[in-house]
């Protein structure tokens, strides 16, 4: 009788474990939900300081759409922009296909059905003092399985090593929280964020992350990142420096920089090619990342000894900043 009643309870666990687990599909939709909110909170963030407002642009293509809300001429951010684009059941190109299937191990075929969201954010400020702040989480689902993916780093023109280094300790808290490993994070960022031609570092780096299986943890680890975005940049670097004042030159360094930035989009980044890659690109969207003045100048050195070396031997080699 014992034997009989511990099997019965052994199977009521079991069934209400596979009648509580969530699916990939409900995974998928609880992730599209929660970019909604998250859009909404981080824009509300920033117009409590602002003067400029974000434009609001929703769009439909396809069995895409999304909602692009872009600021410019800020006291703050002189460009930046906070999308969010979702795409349902759609066919998987050759090209797609085949970039899934490397990175991820298993064998896609071309005309699967795919869906895809994302959240994305790029904040390209006015004062050279105060880093450019990029950041992103990202679903996709195909074949009944789902992943999630994202990041946030940062691309400061001066180094002020505190801020760089608490907010790389609030990456790798984070990652801690739900498991998630923040080294391995951190060194995909470094090596992805990287120009090889120039044989240097878009930035000071931070965290990024593909192919996470969605899980329930998993998906509060991308709900908690975007908790982060704001607490993490706007208060302690944003907010804190943007009315220090500046010399021109260090307005020319910050534009000279933004012009690596530039090359990094259109020559590497793979959210670009993605992005390009349809019959019918939303070009203005994909490109809207870009920062809104850059400079490049013949065979620009940096003087010895001054803070844009020091910026520089770190782009050279990263640095672990998180204790």
Not at 15 to 30: G, I, N, Y
Not at 152 to 178: G, N, R, S, V, W
Not at 287 to 301: D, F, G, I, K, Q
Request: net charge negative; proline share 5%; glycine share 8%.
């Amino acid at each position: 009788m014992f034997i009989f009643i511990l099997f019965v309870f052994l199977f009521i666990l079991q069934a209400e474990a596979l009648t509580t687990s969530p699916t990939s599909s409900t995974l998928f939709d609880d992730f599209c939900s929660s970019i909604d909110g998250h859009q909404d909170a981080i824009i509300s963030a920033i117009c409590e300081h602002e003067t400029a407002e974000f434009s609001r642009d929703p769009w439909q293509s396809g069995k895409a759409s999304g909602l692009t809300r872009v600021i410019s001429d800020g006291v703050m951010i002189e460009k930046g922009a906070v999308s969010k684009s979702i795409i349902r059941d759609a066919p998987l190109s050759v090209e797609r296909a085949a970039t899934i299937s490397s990175r991820t191990g298993r064998t896609f075929s071309p005309g699967s059905t795919y869906s895809a969201a994302a959240l994305s954010l790029v904040l390209h400020t006015r004062s050279p003092l105060v880093p450019t702040f990029r950041s992103d989480v990202r679903a996709f689902s195909v074949d009944g399985d789902t992943w999630f993916g994202g990041g946030a780093d940062l691309t400061p023109y001066y180094l002020y090593d505190d801020e760089i280094q608490a907010f790389h300790q609030t990456m790798k808290e984070l990652c801690e929280a739900h498991g998630q490993d923040y080294l391995s994070h951190k060194k995909s960022c470094d090596e992805y964020f990287y120009l090889p031609s120039r044989e240097e570092h878009r930035g000071t780096g931070g965290i990024f992350f593909d192919d996470v299986a969605a899980t329930r943890e998993s998906l509060a680890f991308v709900d908690g990142l975007c908790k982060a975005w704001m607490p993490s940049w706007l208060g302690p670097m944003c907010l804190k420096r943007k009315d220090e004042p500046y010399s021109e030159e260090q307005k020319d360094w910050q534009l000279i920089r933004r012009g690596r930035y530039l090359e990094f989009n259109l020559l590497y980044d793979r959210g670009v090619k993605f992005g390009l890659a349809g019959a019918n690109p939303r070009v203005e969207g994909v490109l809207v990342s870009a920062p809104p003045l850059v400079r490049w100048v013949y065979n620009h050195e940096v003087q010895k000894g001054s803070e844009e070396e020091r910026l520089m031997e770190v782009l050279k080699k990263p640095k672990d900043w998180a204790v």
